[in-house]
T-cell receptor, first 112, second 113 residues
Framework: DTGVSQNPRHKITKRGQNVTFRCDPI?????LYWYRQTLGQGPEFLTY????????KSRLLSDRFSAERPKGSFSTLEIQRTEQGDSAMYLC??????????FGPGTRLLVL | SQKIEQNSEALNIQEGKTATLTCNYT??????LQWYRQDPGRGPVFLLL?????KEKRKERLKVTFDTTLKQSLFHITASQPADSATYLC????????????FGSGTRLQVQP
């Protein structure tokens, strides 16, 4: 396994701009998750895909957030009209049809 | 309300001693519980998973216990080393069909040489 990769690792943007993050899961992992983590807190679940189907979305995922996994491989998370409260680390994880989730290094977003 | 509690204060111990971290939860009935390590600016790294019907799990210097009556998991690192210094997160599944993990806020461990 080459591990979960995320790009970019860091993103600074101005309030109101759109940003998009990419996650490449471990190959053959059919489940992919997005979490958000703020300083001093644990990761909070945002959304989950099984293959290309988005099966669950958290209440945290406002309508400014959208996620896709078009071919059941990589996934993108887009935030439209960013707000300062969106500043956080965005983490992607993947798993087989089991319990253990393997996390990527995260994308740290700073909204000015 | 549902809560997962980990000691918010940092745990400082001397090298060679055993570190014990606590994870308490309320109003959950998880099928399993996991422990992750997280270094600053990095994603969590999976360490151990323990199921509800298991009392104890070991991996090298790590040991996890799971008491579903007390609603508590203990995470032990024996013969601790400065390289063990990190934040340790417990996470559980809600056993409701959700696939997401619910995390505690983590405990920072500092091992002094």
């Amino acid at each position: 396994d080459t591990g979960v990769s995320q790009n970019p690792r860091h993103k600074i943007t101005k309030r109101g701009q759109n940003v998009t993050f990419r996650c490449d899961p471990i190959s053959e992992h059919n489940r992919l998750y997005w979490y958000r983590q703020t300083l001093g807190q644990g990761p909070e679940f945002l959304t989950y895909f099984q293959n290309e189907a988005q099966l669950e979305k958290s209440r945290l995922l406002s309508d400014r957030f959208s996620a896709e996994r078009p071919k059941g491989s990589f996934s993108t998370l887009e935030i439209q009209r960013t707000e300062q409260g969106d500043s956080a680390m965005y983490l992607c994880a993947s798993s087989r049809a089991g319990e253990t989730q393997y996390f990527g290094p995260g994308t740290r977003l700073l909204v000015l | 309300s549902q809560k997962i509690e980990q000691n918010s204060e940092a745990l400082n111990i001397q090298e060679g001693k055993t570190a014990t971290l606590t994870c308490n939860y309320t109003n959950y009935s998880p099928a399993y519980l996991q422990w992750y390590r997280q270094d600053p600016g990095r994603g969590p790294v999976f360490l151990l998973l323990i199921r509800e019907n298991e009392k104890e799990k070991r991996k090298e210097r790590l040991k996890v216990t799971f008491d579903t009556t007390l609603k508590q998991s203990l995470f032990h690192i024996t013969a601790s080393q400065p390289a063990d210094s990190a934040t340790y997160l417990c996470a559980l599944d809600e056993n409701t069909g959700r696939r997401a993990l619910t995390f505690g806020s983590g405990t920072r461990l500092q091992v002094q040489p």
